[in-house]
C-alpha cells in the first residue's frame, strides 16, 4: 500500500472482479499434479510444475502491479489500510497452523509411534508380534527400512550457515524499515536488495543440500517417516522463502520507483512481517530437524 493517510477516507473501496485469483488456482494446481506425477514416477513429466511455476509467478507480479497502482491511484483509505493488516495477520497465523501440523506428525512420530513399534511400555506385544527386534531409535525409516539405509545432514554444516543467512536478512529488512520510516530512501533500497540477495543464497544452499542428500546420503522422499517429514518441513519452508522473496523483489522494485511514504506504507510492512515469520519457522525446524 501507498499513502492511505492522504487518501479520501469517506468510503471504502471495493476493487472490480478480477480473474487472477482462479488463473492462479489453475496455475498451482498444475505445479501439485506436475509434484504428484514426479513422486508416482508417472508419464506426465516435469512439465506442468514448470508451466504452472512460470503462470504462477507471472500472476503474482501482474497481480501485485494492479494492487501498486490502486494504492498509488489514491483508491485506498484507512479503512482499507486496516483491512489489510487484519488481513495479513490472519493469512500468517493459518501459516502457523499449516507448519504446526507437520511439527505435529513430525512429534507424534518419533515420541509416540516409534516407542510404541519399539515395545514401549505397554506396547511390548506390539514389537514381539509385529515387528521383532526393531529397536526405537530415531532418525529411523521405520519397521521395514524403507529406502534402504541412509545418513542424516549434519546441524552444524549448511543448516547452520542457512540459519545464520536467514538471521542477517532478519537484520537487513528491519534497517530497511528504519531508513524508509526515516525517509532515508537510498540506504532502504540497498539494504532491500541486499535480503533478496540474502534470501537467494538461502535457496542456492537449500538446492545444494537437496542434491546432496539424495546423490550421496540416500535421503530422499522414500526413506521412511524421517525422509518424509525432512523433506515436506524444509520442502514447504523452501517454498515459503521463494514466495517471499518474490514479494521483496516486488517492494524493492517499487520503493526504487518512489512508492511508499514514511508515515504509511503497509506494503512494505506487511512482506517484512512475512519475512520474520519464515525465519522464525526456520530457526524451529533448524533445532527440531537438524538439531534434536
Not at 201 to 229: C, K, M, P, V
Request: overall charge negative; some cysteine; hydrophobic content about 50%.
Amino acid at each position: 500500500m501507498g499513502s492511505p493517510a492522504a487518501h479520501n477516507t469517506d468510503r471504502y473501496y471495493v476493487p472490480a472482479p478480477s480473474a487472477w485469483p482462479f488463473a492462479l488456482t489453475v496455475g498451482l494446481v498444475a505445479v501439485v499434479i506436475g509434484v504428484s506425477g514426479y513422486l508416482e514416477n508417472a508419464e506426465i513429466g516435469a512439465w506442468p510444475i514448470w508451466l504452472g511455476a512460470a503462470l504462477s509467478i507471472y500472476i503474482i507480479f501482474r497481480w501485485f502491479q494492479g494492487i501498486a497502482r490502486e494504492s498509488e491511484g489514491g483508491l485506498y483509505g484507512a479503512q482499507v489500510d486496516r483491512t489489510y493488516r487484519w488481513a495479513m495477520c490472519w493469512f500468517i497465523f493459518s501459516e502457523v497452523m499449516f507448519f504446526a501440523a507437520f511439527f505435529g506428525a513430525l512429534y507424534y512420530a518419533r515420541l509416540l509411534s516409534l516407542p510404541w513399534l519399539g515395545g514401549e511400555g505397554s506396547k511390548l506385544v506390539t514389537n514381539i508380534t509385529l515387528w521383532p527386534g526393531f529397536e526405537a531409535t530415531w532418525p529411523s525409516n521405520g519397521p521395514a527400512n524403507l529406502g534402504g539405509e541412509f545418513q542424516t545432514i549434519p546441524a552444524f554444516d549448511v543448516p547452520l550457515v542457512n540459519t545464520l543467512i536467514l538471521l542477517t536478512s532478519g537484520f537487513t529488512i528491519t534497517m530497511a524499515h528504519h531508513a524508509l520510516k526515516e525517509a532515508r530512501r537510498g540506504p532502504c533500497i540497498a539494504w532491500m536488495w541486499a535480503t533478496v540477495a540474502l534470501g537467494a543464497l538461502f535457496l542456492f544452499f537449500q538446492a545444494e543440500e537437496y542434491i546432496h542428500a539424495y546423490t550421496d546420503l540416500n535421503l530422499t522422499l522414500g526413506s521412511g517417516i524421517y525422509g518424509s517429514t525432512f523433506f515436506m518441513l524444509t520442502g514447504f519452508h523452501g517454498l515459503h522463502v521463494t514466495l517471499g522473496t518474490i514479494m521483496l523483489i516486488v517492494i524493492t522494485l517499487r520503493l526504487m520507483k518512489g512508492h511508499f511514504k514514511p508515515e504509511s506504507h503497509f506494503g512494505f510492512e506487511g512482506v517484512a512481517w512475512y519475512w520474520h515469520f519464515v525465519d522464525v519457522v526456520w530457526i524451529g525446524l533448524f533445532i527440531v530437524v537438524y538439531w534434536l
